[in-house]
């Protein structure tokens, strides 16, 4: 596609329940970025894809959180048992490669989960 | 442990004005900085890397300088529009083996017509 897409742009949910976030990255791009972004709080790394593996999950803040890649495309974001503090804006972004001249960073409008 | 603050939080501009944003590092061992700008309700759009080798790179009418050594960089935004209202993010890449983006808080740009 043209660029990033996410899917849901919003998406509420009681406490509780499991969500899926959708990251659709421009084709081409190896690498794919998941951050999240809460209000007066700087952008929180998550995960990194290269590929389909995640060299670097260090930022996913409970083992709540997981994500996956297939196809070196479409990634998703799966948060269980959702909780208030989970209330956020997430962000995807892909780029041509990690690090070098085709690290630009190319950004999704992001979905804003809301747990109620 | 690296840290990005920018400065001002806010800024508010009559239009035609040249403004400067600050972004300080607490780590000079950096890998790039990138600045960014988010407009309300959409992801963000990458406006100029600048790598740890280089000074300074410029894009139309935005200039963007890197003084590892202090730790600072300045974006320089001529004749400023109201179409470059948005909040401007300073991201610096750390350098080694597990390079990663430390993200400022962001400097909130309204110009006014």
């Known amino acids: 596609g043209a660029g990033v897409s996410q899917s849901p742009s919003n998406k509420v949910t009681e406490k509780g329940k499991d969500v899926e976030l959708r990251c659709d990255p421009i084709?081409?791009?190896?690498?794919l970025y998941w951050y999240r972004q809460s209000l007066g709080q700087g952008l929180e790394f998550l995960i990194y894809?290269?590929?389909?593996?995640?060299?670097?999950k260090s930022g996913l803040p409970s083992d709540r959180f997981s994500a996956e890649r297939t196809g070196g495309s479409v990634s998703t974001l799966t948060i269980q048992r959702t909780q208030q503090e989970d209330s956020a804006v997430y962000l995807c972004a892909s780029s041509l490669a990690y690090s070098g001249t085709n690290e630009k960073l190319f950004f999704g409008s992001g979905t804003q989960l809301s747990v109620l | 442990k690296q840290e990005v603050t920018q400065i001002p939080a806010a800024l508010s501009v009559p239009e035609g004005e040249n403004l400067v944003l600050n972004c300080s590092f607490t780590?000079?061992?950096?890998?790039?900085l990138q600045w960014f700008r988010q407009d309300p309700g959409k992801g963000l759009t990458s406006l100029l890397l600048i790598q740890s080798s280089q000074r300074e790179q410029t894009s139309g009418r935005l200039n963007a300088s890197l003084d590892k050594s202090s730790g600072r960089s300045t974006l320089y935004i001529a004749a400023s529009q109201p179409g470059d209202s948005a909040t401007y993010l300073c991201?610096?890449?750390?350098?080694?083996?597990?390079?990663?983006?430390?993200w400022g808080l962001g400097t909130s740009l309204a110009v006014n017509p």
């Open positions: 084709s081409g791009h190896t690498a």
């Open positions: 780590d000079s061992a950096i890998y790039n």
């Open positions: 894809f290269q590929g389909n593996s995640a060299p670097d």
């Open positions: 991201a610096v890449k750390t350098a080694g083996n597990n390079r990663k983006l430390i």
